[in-house]
């Protein structure tokens, strides 16, 4: 892999800016000296600096912010994938290298391409991938962010309630991970890799909440709740049927087989990934 950089390159133009790992890639960007367009849907924002309007589902606003941009970091948070096969065309009509966030349950089939349940996001592959674009796609496991779902039991009642406290299941850090698409958006060597994202450890549910716990300085612990009744509490929060149990099933099989961890973030940055311990001192005061 070389390290030939695309400074001096028109600018990278950065989907969900002000999202998770968004705004992380848009702070490492610039603290790197790269100039940065940055995606948002809000009048008022797209009044700032740096900022410029427009929305996936509006091809002619993403044909516009990616005029003369050299390269873009694409998330895509819709449920399906309808409007995908135009947003992508719109945007490789003028980068010439595209740095998806896609998932860790995607999944390579010889003969037949990616998949991934649920998710749009191994469809969303295929389109880049087929658009005539250099692309490099990120997998990451969870991200260390999810665990703010718990943070209203933590400050309530130093307590989280739910399904599987034993699965072990990986966190990557946003950061490790935005560190990540930097290298991609802004170094050659990464072409058509499909990067698989993990953090340095799969602690289990239980451990995590007890980690976030010794962070904030309160006795957090988990509780554990039939699958029935788990199941229950995710349907009444609009969750998909389908979604819900493949969930469940995924976790449970986490339960003594914990998620795989990966070398990539290391390989790719040269510092090891932050650990959820690092992400829950650095987080504390949004627990409490």
Same mark, same amino acid.
């Given at each position: 892999m070389t390290q030939e950089r695309i400074d001096g390159a028109p600018e990278i133009l950065v989907v969900g800016a002000t999202g998770t790992v968004g /705004? $992380? %890639? #848009?702070?490492? &960007? !610039?603290?790197?000296?790269? *100039?940065?367009?940055?995606?948002? /849907?809000h009048p008022d924002l797209a009044r700032q600096p740096r900022y410029v309007q427009g929305? &996936? !589902?509006?091809?002619?606003?993403?044909?516009?912010?990616?005029t003369g941009a050299g390269a873009a970091f694409l998330i895509w948070p819709h449920p399906t994938a309808d409007g995908a096969a135009a947003a992508v065309s719109a945007m490789a009509r003028h980068v010439r290298r595209m740095v998806f966030l896609s998932s860790a349950a995607v999944r390579d089939v010889p003969g037949r391409g990616p998949e991934s349940p @649920?998710?749009?996001d191994a469809a969303i592959e295929a389109l880049i991938a087929g658009s005539g674009v250099r692309y490099t +796609? &990120? /997998?990451p496991h969870g991200f260390t962010a999810n665990t703010l779902r718990w943070a209203e039991e933590i400050r309530t009642d130093a307590a989280v309630r739910g399904f599987g406290g034993g699965a072990g299941l990986n966190l990557v850090d946003e950061r490790d991970i935005a560190a990540v698409a930097v290298r991609a958006l802004t170094e050659d060597g990464h072409e058509g890799a499909r990067y698989v994202l993990t953090g340095p450890e799969s602690p289990s549910q239980e451990e995590q909440v007890?980690?976030? @716990?010794?962070? %904030? @300085? !309160?006795?957090? /612990?988990w509780e554990e709740l039939p699958r029935d009744t788990a199941r229950l509490r995710m349907l009444t929060a609009g969750w998909p049927?389908? =979604? =819900?149990? *493949?969930?469940?099933? +995924?976790? $449970?099989? *986490?339960?003594?087989?914990?998620?795989? =961890? #990966?070398?990539t973030v290391e390989d790719i940055t040269g510092?090891?990934?932050r650990s959820l311990r690092s992400w829950a001192a650095d987080h504390a005061a949004l627990f409490r």
């Open positions: /705004r $992380h %890639v #848009t702070l490492q &960007l !610039l603290a790197s000296g790269v *100039r940065v367009r940055a995606l948002t /849907r929305d &996936l !589902l509006d091809p002619d606003s993403l044909e516009a912010a990616a @649920g998710r749009p +796609f &990120l /997998r007890r980690i976030i @716990g010794e962070a %904030v @300085g !309160l006795p957090a /612990r049927p389908t =979604v =819900v149990d *493949r969930a469940l099933d +995924f976790i $449970h099989a *986490r339960v003594g087989d914990p998620e795989p =961890v #990966t070398s510092r090891p990934p």
